[in-house]
Nanobody
């Protein structure tokens, strides 16, 4: 089992920045891919960015050049640095892990971009 806990969400003005963190614990050796998803109000959950065990990174077109995903392998932690935030970035952000035979989700952390 893998436990997933996000933190770092909040209210920010347009053009501002936030950094989300995701801590993994448990059988973390089984994880081969991790990523961030988001779900705007009334919409489906979509991939924002992910990174695999070979450190290959991909981003949704809507966040390229503004968001940066990274991780600290020693601390089993993943981050999402979000810059130049826009109102359309408002969503609940979820941390996700693909592991051998299973997948895991965090509880979500809300991000609101508003003036």
């Amino acid at each position: 089992q893998v436990q997933v806990v996000e933190s770092g969400g909040g209210l920010v003005q347009p053009g501002g920045s936030l950094k989300l963190s995701c801590a993994f614990s448990g059988t973390t050796f089984s994880i081969y891919r991790m990523g961030w998803y988001r779900q705007p109000p009334g919409q489906q959950r979509l991939l924002v960015a992910d990174i695999n065990s070979s450190d290959y990174i991909s981003y949704a077109d809507s966040v390229k050049g503004r968001f940066t995903i990274s991780r600290d392998k020693d601390k089993n932690t993943m981050f999402l640095q979000m810059n130049n935030l826009k109102p359309e970035d408002t969503a609940v952000y979820y941390c996700h892990a693909d592991a051998i035979h299973s997948q895991y989700w965090g509880q979500g952390t809300p991000v609101t971009v508003s003036s």
